[in-house]
């Protein structure tokens, strides 16, 4: 098979997340089989975070320093105001620069193919010209997520231009097919390790992995945890990643009277070692799509909790098989899961053996392998 020249795009490739260690294993997996890789993002990260120590790929940044929120003006005083005035053209000069640049590299292929990983990305591509590569627009979240935001909106206008758009679980997909989209297949997101052990899950240990966000509504599980372990002193959570919530986070532990019980374990490099550290792993977000830390879990042997948020997290988690899915919101319930994997030695090495076979052909060749049967799809 002769090499690709395969570009991806996404409007930060660099920070701490999902969707960018998805964008990034993608690159060096490809780029690993032979294939010219640039990723590239539109914006820099303010909190970058190295994926791969020796890419296989080349990675552009766009943007010269990362986006600064600025208030809307409210009145016409502050919308003639001189600084925000000189502020806009200043953002208008480096878009342009951005978009310019980016033709520039688009320019030194003659072919080949374009994968963007957000509504947001193709959005601000449409300035762009590249009519000599085939596009794929990605989409890392859920049907639910994107019809109560603008992303269906997005989805909706610019993915049927594309040759194809790729979700992460058929269930989303047969959704967006619904809407008109014709061109709409599934892709998972691939496994960013290789388990090099089982974890043996005597260790009394909770696992949550995350950014400290909002959004990933960790207060839900602090309470879960109170409430589950309260007659079981010797289990601990730790709460791996980094986040403006963080300081929240550990008064609500205090307060919930198991702060010494709690670690904030921040970012860690080798997540697979982290894992088989772990007896459980529980996700309590308000909304996910298909979260790698529930594939990553179940691929070293670690059952899972978690609401039952979409159909990617369906089917990472069999319910009753592999781990427990819990109606979304319900904080009592979810600790009954909590506590009946804490009781049951017995069940949770059964649904840990079960998680990791689950998982398996998510491992990142068989994904790869997907993405170039989609290819040559295309190219049929």
């Keep these: 098979m002769s090499p690709r020249n395969i570009f991806l795009v996404g409007i930060d490739v660099d920070s701490m997340g999902g969707s960018q260690r998805v964008m990034h294993t993608l690159a060096q997996g490809l780029g690993d089989r032979g294939h010219c890789v640039e990723l590239i ?6 909190e970058p975070h190295t994926y791969n120590v020796r890419p296989a790929y080349r990675h552009t940044t766009l943007y010269r320093e ?13 919308r003639l105001d001189p600084t925000r005035i000189r502020r806009a053209r200043a953002g208008r000069r480096e878009r342009m620069r951005a978009r310019s640049l980016l033709a520039q590299r688009f320019a030194t292929v003659d072919d080949g193919y374009l994968i ?7 959005d601000w591509l449409q300035a762009v010209e590249w009519p000599h590569l085939k596009g794929i627009g990605q989409y890392h979240e859920s049907f639910l997520q994107a019809h109560t ?20 679980s058929e269930g989303d997909a047969a959704e967006f097919r619904r809407r008109r989209l014709p061109n709409a297949e599934v892709v998972p997101n691939p496994l960013p390790f ?20 909002a959004v990933k509504r960790l207060d839900r599980l602090l309470q879960a945890f109170a409430m589950a372990a309260a007659d079981h002193p010797d289990w601990e959570l ?4 980094d986040g403006p919530q963080k300081a929240a986070l550990g008064e609500y532990a205090e307060r919930c009277g198991i702060a010494e019980r709690v670690y904030f374990r921040g970012r860690v490099q080798d997540m ?45 988690v069999d319910h009753a098989r592999t781990g427990t899915l819990v109606q979304p ?18 069940r949770r090495e059964r649904y840990g053996r079960a998680a990791r076979e689950h998982v398996s052909t998510l491992a990142l060749p068989t994904v790869l392998d997907r993405w170039e049967s989609l290819f040559d799809q295309i190219e049929r």
């Design 238 to 241: 730790h709460i791996f990643g």
């Design 41 to 46: 993002g539109i914006r820099p990260s303010n």
């Design 194 to 213: 290789t388990p090099t052990g089982i974890a043996p899950l005597n260790t009394k240990r909770i696992g949550a992995v995350g950014r400290l966000e």
């Design 272 to 316: 697979a070692t982290a894992y088989q550290e772990m007896s459980l792993v529980a996700l309590t977000s308000e909304r996910e799509g298909r979260p790698m830390a529930l594939a990553e879990a179940s691929a070293c042997g670690v059952p899972c909790i978690s609401y039952d948020l979409s159909g990617g997290v369906r089917e990472l």
């Design 329 to 346: 919101g319900d904080t009592a319930a979810f600790a009954d899961a909590l506590r009946v994997l804490i009781e049951d030695d017995t």
């Design 116 to 122: 963007v990983g957000s509504p947001w990305a193709v």
């Design 149 to 168: 935001s603008a992303n269906l909106g997005l989805i909706q206008r610019h993915y049927p231009t594309l040759e194809k758009s790729v979700f992460l």
């Design 66 to 78: 990362p986006p600064t929120s600025a208030r809307q003006a409210a009145t016409l005083a502050q």
